[in-house]
């Protein structure tokens, strides 16, 4: 890792914990999953938001592991059991997720079409475990907007199967103004930019917790 990045992983950390998250640093995906196994307890529910970022890292073959009840969405043969899942993950001692960008001042920013994910970030779990690579830090939020429309977005309308403009041209159909506002894109049905959230200082101190890795994963 260069010295700047080093730089800005310090002031990253330490502005996330200025807001009451609490922040921890590991080099490789392996750190971060020793480190999730004590921010967790053999039998807890754990669910999770999808994530490329848990998958390339381990942290899911962790949480969906025996140790764990863990609420499976991908286990469902209809929308009526995906939607209970998502109600019994508020009342999940954990959930998982990554940001789709961090800021240096502290910030998560996550962008979400169906929404659960963001919505168990916000309220329900009593506990957030976000992890992310150091390819998700972005200086400002006029950066992590930038990086949702063309860094987060369009590969993960790809992966997904989703025929939205920015599948095919890899950056927000807003780009092409001047000046394209956060919330700006394509109407379509299959549209994943739907909600914007930003997480700054916390009532609920640590209750969400931050690991950044120093490389690079997921979108």
Known sequence: ???????????????????????YYVDTKEEAVE????????????????SVTLKQTGVYDLIS???????????CETREQVEEIYRKTFCADAFFTSANAVTENGELYNVDGNSNRVAAIL???????????????????DEAI???KTKAAPPNTVRL??????SKTGECISLKKEAPEMCEGCRGDGRICCNYVVCARQ?????????????????
Do not use: W
């Open 146 to 148: 930038l990086r949702v």
């Open 203 to 219: 009532r609920h101190v640590n209750r969400i917790k931050v690991i950044i890795i120093g490389e690079e994963y997921g979108y």
């Open 161 to 166: 199967g989703i025929d939205t403009p920015c």
């Open 123 to 141: 309220y329900g779990p009593k506990s957030v475990v976000c992890v992310c690579g150091v390819n998700k830090l972005v200086k400002n939020l």
């Open 1 to 23: 890792m260069t010295t700047e990045m080093k730089t800005r992983v310090e002031t990253t950390l330490k502005n996330l914990k200025r807001n009451q998250m609490e922040a």
């Open 35 to 50: 480190l999730v196994k004590t921010l967790i307890q053999k039998g807890d529910t754990l669910s999770c938001g999808g």
């Open 65 to 75: 592991s025996a140790d764990y009840n863990f609420l499976d969405r991908t286990a």
